[in-house]
């Protein structure tokens, strides 16, 4: 079925947060008060959808540009090691819909939009604690290769810092 991308608009919260919080622990669980303040700051926000559907949110993703005002953990490990970055802090497809290659979907319009920004590096990261091995395999198929281990939420999670090129990713 034919898949299209598009921004996240506000009609489409209610989809992205069941969405979102369904995906928990790989990302944080928002409602829509931290949900509104992520879209405010945020570089990038869109969803796919399908053709037949454009009103059915299948996935998202969120990315932050490397002068955001954002005080995540991670965002900021990130931050102090770069000035010409994008930054995932969640991409999430829902799950009847994977394996149908909408999260390359999702980071093809990522990495489009770091290449007109000029910045030069995609991060993420993906937890290790709680293990999230399908979510590694996936971001190292795309070339994201681990720069970094970090510790967040009081010792509860562990996460593996991720980067890929954008010069890399565009050669694709």
Same mark, same amino acid.
């Given at each position: ?22 995906? $928990?622990?790989? !990302? ?5 008060? %931290? ?21 059915? $949110?299948?996935?998202?993703?969120? !990315? ?7 005080? %995540? ?8 090691? %770069?000035?010409?970055?994008?930054? !995932? ?76 090129? !954008? ?6």
């Amino acid at each position: 079925m034919p898949h299209s991308l598009r921004p996240l608009l506000p009609h489409d919260s209610a989809q992205v947060l069941r969405l979102n919080n369904a995906a $928990v622990p790989a !990302v944080n669980s928002l409602d829509e008060a %931290s949900l509104a303040a992520l879209l405010a700051e945020c570089a990038l926000a869109v969803v796919v959808t399908t053709d037949a559907a454009p009103e059915h $949110v299948l996935g998202f993703a969120i !990315v932050f540009a490397a002068d955001a005002d954002y005080a %995540s953990e991670n965002y900021r490990w990130f931050a102090e090691r %770069s000035r010409e970055f994008l930054y !995932v802090d969640r991409i999430v497809v829902a799950d009847g819909a994977r394996g149908q290659g909408l999260g390359e979907v999702l980071y093809r319009s990522i990495f489009d939009s770091a290449e007109a920004s000029a910045a030069v590096v995609v991060f993420c990261e993906v937890n290790l604690e709680p293990p999230n091995p399908g979510s590694l395999a996936f971001h190292s198929r795309l070339g994201f290769a681990q720069i970094g281990q970090q510790s967040t939420k009081n010792d509860t999670v562990v996460v593996a810092l991720l980067a890929a090129s !954008v010069g890399e990713f565009a050669d694709r």
